[in-house]
C-alpha cells in the first residue's frame, strides 16, 4: 500500500492578488464619471451583483482604448515571485487556474507583457468609440450577482473529487472562500475569513507562499490510500 495525495488545484485570483493593485478598480476609479462611488458603495455592502455594478458603473466611463491600454501598461505589474509558484506547480503537477471577477482585456496585456502562460477565466472587455462595453461568458445560471462566478467553478472542481487551494484578496473571493480545503487571503478576504472563523494562511506576496507550501502544505492536504 502506497500513500498518494490526492488530486490537488490551486485557484488563484487576479486583481491584487497576482497584481500590484485592482486594476479593474483603479479604472473606475480613474476614468468612471460621477456617481460611480454610490454604485460602488452598494456592491460591497452586498446590495448590487458585480455583474449589476460594472455595467452600471461602465454605463459612466469614457476612455480611449489607447490611454486604457498605456494606463494599465505604466501602473501595474505581476509580483515578481508569481513565476516561481508558477513554476513550482508545474513540477509538483498541480493545476493552477485564475478566476477574475475583472477582465480579459487588461489580464491579456498584463500576462503578455510580463509572459505568464497560466489558464484563466474572466469577464469580458470591449471599448468602443471609448465607451467599455462587458459581457460574462462564465456567469452562473445559479448564482444572478457574480461576473464569472468563483463559486460555481471551485463546486466543479470538488465535484470532480479535487482539494482546492484558494488565494485572493477581495470581495469576489468571499463565497469560494468556504469551500476551499485552504486559503491563502490577504485584504478584503482575510478580513472576511476572520470574521467568518475560516482558517486562513495571511500573505503578502507568492514568496510567503512558497514559504508555507516549503514547510509542508501539501501533506496537510488530506492523503489518500492505494
Ligand atoms: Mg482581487
Ligand atoms: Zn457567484
Redesign the pocket.
Known sequence: MTMRLSNVEVLC?????ITND?IGFNIIKTFAGQGWHEIEDAYQRGEKGSREALAEIFALTTVSEETLRRFIEENFFVDPSFPAFLTLCRREKIAVTVLSDGFDFYIDLIFNKFKVDVPYYANRLKVVDCSLHANFPHASSQCGSCGTCKLDYAKQVKKNGAQIIYI???Y??RCVSGVADVVFAKGILAKYCQQQGTPFHPFENFNDILKTWRNGLLQKLNSVEE
Not at 485570483?13 to 492578488?17: A, E, K, M, V, Y
Open positions: 485570483d487576479f486583481d491584487g492578488t485592482d485572493g484578496d477581495g469576489s473571493d
